[in-house]
């Protein structure tokens, strides 16, 4: 259980920075010009599933040690 | 009262020796309900004045049709990878987006005298996540192959130009299981992820708060089936890519 515990901990560290960065750029892309946001917007969600994809794995395996 | 969170799907009953469970029997409803939908947008199928369901339909395939151009570069291209990352997308979501109609948890089926839930999200079954994304690799590495000719697919990997080339092709092969793995846990890590916290701020305090965890599971429910087919179709546009060494070389032959 600790190990579960330690995983998704130490898992979810990097895709928080790495989505906070994605999301800031994104905000001052729509910040420089407000009339591209509607295609800023679905890019940023796009991006950040894929950042938030290493998060995922880390709680995959916290899961499989606590239910599998 | 327990909490009942598993891994592996129910098995409801067998058939012979085929166990099923109650994901497989959520994937045939799930496919049977979207070929219905489509099958009777084809029989009131009208050019001039499209009702709305038609409409709806239309709408959904050519904004998917153009975006998919956009990525793929060539419109012959698109044509023949088209159908399967449509069709994955619709599964995906509609797979997804299932979970969400209200009550469909409480329908159970009394298996030797404890009740178990005879739905249950497809995706949150590693087993359908992995064939799908078996099917995606598969298709990669044939295209691939068609593209390149086999010496060329082999000697991707196996690069005896210098021992950097070859270890970095050596790494390629390590890229593709791990293209592999990354596929199939994105998806199903999100979605069997989004049951267990379900299940988890039901059981804790089950009024008005599991409601954020629900909408996140709904964004992500949307987001990881788009997600799956775009990377599909990224990947085949990698593995078709023709390299500007590999034209030099067909030109001067």
């Known amino acids: 259980m600790l190990g579960a515990g330690i995983a998704i901990g130490l898992g979810a560290i990097g895709p928080g920075i790495g989505e906070g960065i994605a999301a800031s750029k994104a905000l001052e892309a729509i910040g420089r010009n407000p009339e591209a946001s509607g295609k800023i917007v679905p890019l940023m969600f796009v991006s950040m599933a894929i950042a938030e994809s290493t998060a995922i794995y880390a709680l995959v395996i916290s899961l499989i040690i606590l239910f599998g | 009262m327990e909490l009942n969170i598993s891994l592996a799907p129910d098995i409801l009953f067998y058939i012979g020796s085929l166990p099923v469970t109650n994901t497989l029997i959520g994937s045939f409803v799930i496919s049977a309900v979207i070929i219905a939908a489509m099958l009777l947008v084809k029989k009131r199928l009208k050019k001039d004045t499209p009702g709305k369901f038609q409409n709806l339909v239309e709408f959904l395939m050519s904004g998917a049709y153009d975006f998919v151009v956009s990525i793929i570069g060539s419109e012959k291209k698109a044509k023949k990878i088209f159908p399967l990352a449509f069709t994955l997308f619709i599964f995906i979501l509609v797979a997804n987006l299932a979970t969400f109609i209200p009550g469909q948890a409480a329908v159970t089926f009394n298996r030797g005298g404890e009740s178990v839930a005879i739905f249950r999200a497809v995706m949150a079954d590693y087993g359908m996540v992995f064939v799908m994304t078996m099917i995606t690799v ?116």
């Open chain 2, 138 to 253: 598969i298709l990669v590495q044939i295209v691939a192959i068609a593209v390149h000719g086999p010496f060329g697919y082999m000697g991707k990997f196996f690069n005896f130009k210098s021992p950097l080339s070859f270890f970095l092709g050596l790494m390629d092969i390590v890229g593709e299981l791990a293209k592999i793995v990354s596929l199939s846990f994105r998806l199903f890590g999100n979605i069997f992820a989004g049951e267990v916290l379900g299940a988890v701020m039901l059981f804790l305090a089950p009024f008005l708060v599991p409601l954020p965890f629900m909408f996140l599971g709904l964004l992500s429910a949307v987001v990881q089936a788009f997600v799956f087919a775009v990377l599909t179709v990224v990947f085949v546009k990698l593995a078709s890519e023709i390299e500007e060494e590999e034209l030099v070389e067909e030109a001067s032959m």
